[in-house]
Every structure is written in structure tokens, then in C-alpha cells.
């Protein structure tokens, strides 16, 4: 007999948080399963991600954004170019302590993204629609995340003013370095590459890390 999709998509996340190290409680487990429910739900009708199977899903999505924790800098985090709340979305509801601003300048993923922090009940994202070059927002960030958003060079000019001076530009990609990547602008450097491994995904992925140099 077939084994329950609800379960199948359970034991995926639990195994690959476990390969991953994370202490993440059940009822994160839950939620972040949720998210995916309420994903494929409204993927049907408004084409949020190419990824349409819920297994796919938990390892091109969750488990990927997870992958990052351990090296998540800062507690006032903003991630552009989010989509469907990606990263920001998996890893505001494993660091609730955290505050997570969603970016992106498309309408319905924005309105999905809404609808995730009702129904999730995250109370620590904060939702941006907006293009990020326009965004002026109230408070410096200490770290900026993204998932295959630009190359490295247009995330530096393109972010770099959301950014404390001590802040951290962290680039979630695949290969690394990227096919014709050019230098970085001036008084930016990128400080650390650090090699990832995503449970059940035989890809590359890296995490950059890009800092301001001092003045």
C-alpha cells in the first residue's frame, strides 16, 4: 500500500532537519509543513514557483532555506527578491526571536506571502512590495538575504543601501564563483564563501558572504 503524502512529506523534513543538526521543535515542523500545504494550494491558481510537488518542494524550498541557519547573521534580516517567502518565510518560522522584512515587487506573490503570515500566524515578518533599488526603509538592516536573486555584483549595488555599515550581504547560490563574474565595487569584498549541503539535493550550493570594507 502507498504511504500517506502527508507523511511521506513529515518524514522528508524530519530526516533532513536531522541531517542538517537543527533543533527545530514539532510545532515548527508542522508550520514550516504548512507553509508548503498553503504553497501548493495556491500554486495552482496563481503560478507562484515552478516547483509543483510537494516533495520537490520541501527539499528545493525548506530544506535549502534551512540550510542556511546555522549561518544566519544578525536579528533585523531582510530578504529581496523573496517570491513566495523564500528564504524568509522557513527560517521566520524557525527563529521567531527574529525579525524577517519580505521584499519583492510582484503583486500575487506578495499577496500569498500575506496570507502565509495570517495563516502561520508569524508575527515577526514585516511585508514589503516594492522594486529593492526604490526601498528606503525606516531602519538599517544587519544582514541581507537572497535566494538566486542577481548576480553578486548587482546585489552589492543594488542592496547596499538597506545595510548597516556593519552589515552582511548573504547571497544564497548555486555554483560558485558564477559563470562571467565580475569584481565586486569598490569598498565591498566578499569575506566568506561557505559550501552547503541540502539533504536529498545533489546540486551545488554555496552561501557568499559580502561585507562593507572599513572607510
Sequence with gaps: MSQNPADNNKRILSAGIKELGLGITESQQKKLLDYIALLLKWNKAYNLTAIRQSESMIVRHLLDSLS????????????????????????????PHRRFTLLDSNGKKVRFIHQAKQSLSLDNIDIVQNRVEEYQPDQLFDAVISRAFTSLEQMVLTTGHLLKDTGLIQAMKGSYPEPDQKPLPESWEVEKVIKLSVPKLNEQRHLVNIRRLPS
Excluded: K, M, R
Aim: proline share 11%; no cysteine; glycine share 18%.
Design 68 to 95: 542556511v541557519s546555522a549561518y544566519l547573521t544578525g536579528d533585523n534580516i531582510i530578504d529581496v527578491g523573496t517570491g513566495p517567502g523564500i528564504p524568509g518565510i522557513p527560517l521566520a518560522i524557525i527563529f
